[in-house]
T-cell receptor, first 115, second 111 residues
Framework: NAGVTQTPKFQVLKTGQSMTLQCAQDMNHNSMYWYRQDPGMGLRLIYYSASEGTTDKGEVPNGYNVSRLNKREFSLRLESAAPSQTSVYFC??????????????FGPGTRLTVL | GESVGLHLPTLSVQEGDNSIINCAYSNSASDYFIWYKQESGKGPQFIIDIRSNMDKRQGQRVTVLLNKTVKHLSLQIAATQPGDSAVYFCAEASGYSTLTFGKGTMLLVSP
């Protein structure tokens, strides 16, 4: 079991460029999440997918879009990258959404720099 | 590694000491709590969880205590080792909402 995998590990973009961060989990989890982590800010939820076929905004969704491609895969897209989106991005998955089913397991992260 | 720990509260201990990391949570409706460990350059790693119908749970070298009266959670690490150096943060959830994460505490263990 690989758990949660993310690609790429590192990325440098210029302002205005677009890119998609990929995430996959092999634990047969229903729920998946995208977070960003900035120094001193903790983990902030960007978007989540409580179950296959649904997506919802989290705390900081502006500038991002997501696609729940199937049960395993959940991608995050930056349409026009801005320096404020320089961050470390984590994908996570959990068996279910909310309560004790919500033990989230995290991927290794993508370190994104926007120049 | 990243500066995830920038401006975080820091606990410095000697190897072999017991460490206690505290967390205050805000939502009285929260019924599930988790502690995560994050090493530099890595994703958060699940350590231990506890449900609100319990006040203590033990794992390997770790114990989580829950005081619902004052909305306080603590993580105790026995015989702390240099490999325990990391940022630790708590998270809370309720039956209808996903995890809310605290900002974390950096644990530094000196040999």
């Amino acid at each position: 079991n690989a758990g949660v995998t993310q690609t790429p590990k590192f990325q440098v973009l210029k302002t205005g460029q677009s890119m998609t961060l990929q995430c996959a989990q092999d634990m047969n989890h229903n729920s998946m999440y995208w977070y960003r982590q900035d120094p001193g800010m903790g983990l902030r939820l960007i978007y989540y997918s409580a179950s296959e076929g649904t997506t919802d905004k989290g705390e900081v969704p502006n500038g991002y879009n997501v696609s729940r491609l199937n049960k395993r895969e959940f991608s995050l897209r930056l349409e026009s990258a801005a320096p404020s989106q320089t961050s470390v991005y984590f994908c996570a998955s959990s068996e279910d959404f909310g309560g004790s089913g919500d033990t989230q397991y995290f991927g290794p992260g993508t370190r994104l720099t926007v120049l | 590694g990243e500066s995830v720990g920038l401006h975080l509260p820091t606990l410095s201990v000697q190897e072999g000491d017991n460490s206690i990391i505290n967390c205050a949570y805000s939502n009285s409706a929260s019924d599930y709590f988790i502690w995560y460990k994050q090493e530099s350059g890595k994703g958060p790693q699940f350590i231990i969880d506890i449900r609100s119908n319990m006040d203590k749970r033990q794992g390997q070298r770790v114990t989580v205590l829950l005081n619902k009266t004052v909305k306080h959670l603590s993580l105790q690490i026995a015989a702390t080792q240099p490999g325990d150096s990391a940022v630790y943060f708590c998270a809370e959830a309720s039956g209808y909402s996903t995890l809310t994460f605290g900002k974390g505490t950096m644990l530094l263990v000196s040999p």
